[in-house]
Each structure stands twice: as C-alpha cells, then as structure tokens.
C-alpha cells in the first residue's frame, strides 16, 4: 500500500462530554476512530481501510487498541505556557517507556471546557484538551498540531455505536492498527 493511504489527520469533536477522535487518511473515508460516549457506555474503537470495517468495544477506564506503546508514559507537567489557535496553554515534558530518555513537548489547554478528555489514553493525567502531541503507535511516530478550532454544532448520531463493522478482540485491532500506521 502506498503512503497517500497511510492517517495523517486528526479531527476531535467534543459534545456534554462526548468525545469522537478521528484519524484520517487523506483519500476517501478512511482511518481510524474513537468514540467516548460515557452516559450510552460506548467506549469503541472503529477502522474503516480500503472497504474493510473493524471495530473493538472498550470497557470504562481501559485504554483505547493501537497505545501500548505509550502505555507507561511518564508525564512531567512544567511551568512553560504558549498560545495555540488562541488558547491559552500549558506544556508537559513526556517520556516512553521505548525510549526514556527522548522527551517530548505536549501542550494542551484547559479553556476548552470538557471533562476527561484523555481519560481512555496513556495520558488520562493530563486535565485539559491536547493542542500539540505525540501519538507512538506501531512504532511510527505521529506528530499532531491543532491548526483551528471551532464551534460546531455536532450531532448526536456522531457519538453512537456503528452498523457494519465487524467485532474483533483487542489483539486483533491493535495488529490492523499497528499495520495501518506504518504502511
């Protein structure tokens, strides 16, 4: 497969605390998605490549497929401040456990009022929405920077659980995960 298939956009929509991750690749439809619906109990990851639909249901506090390798980071929250898409934000100095010793900048904000928004992520001690991150997924580095934000009316059906996808374990995704982002 070719690297124009390969995610490379991140699109976050928040609604009464509803969450809805979406990493796209730039052709089609297609790429990975992750919905945090706590009132309806939907904690579900989604991949949608080249007409073949997976997903796996998560249960309340387990971290979503395609992060292990985050898992155990080790986040140092400092005294840094800039200002992302005109928000005012806070940085954090975070290190992997593949490699304690390369730390990367994270800057999230708290002036975009929703609650746990990191909480089925390596980074469920971070209070505030990520602006500039680092996702370490199948041994790719993806780098993530909010370019804008805005109000936008997102509907309901945005947050429910998906039709035509196929249940999978965890294994499983986290394999067609790993193999999609390093395409």
Not at 64 to 84: L, R, S
Not at 87 to 101: D, L, Q, V
Request: charged content about 25%; hydrophobic content about 35%.
């Amino acid at each position: 497969m070719s690297a124009e298939l390969k995610p490379r956009t991140l699109v976050v929509s928040f609604k009464d605390n509803k969450i809805l991750f979406e990493i796209l690749a730039p052709i089609g439809n297609q790429g990975i998605i992750n919905i945090s619906n706590p009132q309806s109990k939907i904690f579900d990851t989604y991949i949608n490549m080249l007409g073949i639909r997976y997903y796996f249901s998560s249960q309340p506090g387990d971290m979503y497929p395609g992060f292990n390798e985050m898992e155990g980071a080790e986040i140092k929250k400092t005294d840094k401040t800039a200002v992302i898409c005109g928000y005012n934000c806070n940085n954090a100095e975070i290190t992997f456990p593949s490699n304690r010793k390369k730390v990367y900048n994270f800057w999230y904000t708290n002036e975009i009022k929703v609650r746990n928004s990191n909480s089925l992520t390596p980074f469920h001690d971070i209070e505030g929405v990520l602006m500039s991150f680092y996702y370490i997924m199948g041994g790719s580095e993806l780098k993530f920077d909010a370019e804008t934000v805005y109000n936008k009316e997102i509907p309901d059906k945005a947050f429910e659980r998906r039709t035509k996808f196929r249940l999978v374990d965890k294994k499983d995704m986290d394999k067609i995960i790993t193999d999609m982002v390093n395409l």
